[in-house]
Antibody, heavy 121, light 107 residues
Framework: EVHLVESGGGLVQPGGSLRLSCSAS????????MHWVRQAPGKGLEYVSG????????YYADFVKGRFTISRDNSKNTLYLQVSSVRPEDTAVYYC??????????????WGQGTLVTVSS | EIVMTQSPATLSVSPGERVTLSCRASQSVTSNLAWYQQKPGQAPRLLMY???TRATGIPARFSGSGSGTEFTLTISSLQSDDFAVYYC?????????FGQGTRLEIK
């Protein structure tokens, strides 16, 4: 059974940083594209970033480009999102999501329960 | 950026009814369209991908159709467990984008 467990969320001041982690189990982590999707309180879903199985060229939404960095450690079955220069509008639940195998790598197949990031002074 | 528009925003229906949700893309996404269900306090769940392929474990009462710019998700006979928010998402072109969601409410 696929398990994705996010951690690292919390309260951070504007301009501050956090590192979100996602521990994966139940599948061959190194074979799948992984993603981060966020949801502001009471709002819809917003795609943040994705990284291919080999850790190659990642992609970012414009609103996080240059501020967030996605990475993965396939030896530890762990996905990361370094969140920097945060703004109040970055307040959201951040979900770690497993893609399907290619060609459906960008289909968001399994979701973790999310970790809440609150940006406030 | 491809804009995804869902309609209606809210739908009030009774259990047992058939319901159709719509999703429109601002430009063609061919069949690269997925649907997700989200219940309060829970993470979203993949229902459909490739516009019409049910994800693992999704009941047959859910069906999807469409290609290009117009898509529908149909639930043939609503169960109490189906009252939730439904999102469509295109994964044809970066940045991948979601619709704003359709909320299914009990009438």
């Amino acid at each position: 059974e696929v398990h994705l467990v996010e951690s690292g969320g919390g309260l951070v001041q504007p301009g501050g940083s956090l590192r979100l982690s996602c521990s994966a189990s139940g599948f061959t982590f190194s074979s799948y594209t992984m993603h981060w999707v966020r949801q502001a309180p009471g709002k819809g879903l917003e795609y943040v970033s994705g990284i291919p199985s080999n850790g190659g060229s990642a992609y970012y939404a414009d609103f996080v480009k240059g501020r967030f960095t996605i990475s993965r450690d396939n030896s530890k079955n762990t996905l990361y999102l370094q969140v920097s220069s945060v703004r109040p509008e970055d307040t959201a639940v951040y979900y770690c999501v497993k893609g399907r195998l290619v060609p459906g790598a960008n289909v968001l197949e399994y979701w973790g329960q999310g970790t809440l990031v609150t940006v406030s002074s | 950026e491809i804009v995804m528009t869902q309609s209606p925003a809210t739908l009030s229906v009774s259990p047992g009814e058939r319901v159709t949700l719509s999703c429109r893309a601002s430009q063609s996404v061919t069949s690269n369209l997925a649907w997700y269900q989200q219940k309060p306090g829970q993470a979203p769940r993949l229902l459909m991908y490739g516009a019409s392929t049910r994800a693992t474990g999704i009941p047959a009462r859910f069906s999807g159709s469409g290609s290009g710019t117009e898509f529908t998700l149909t639930i043939s006979s609503l169960q109490s467990d189906d009252f939730a928010v439904y999102y469509c998402q295109q994964y044809y072109n970066w940045p991948f984008t979601f619709g704003q969601g359709t909320r299914l409410e009990i009438k």
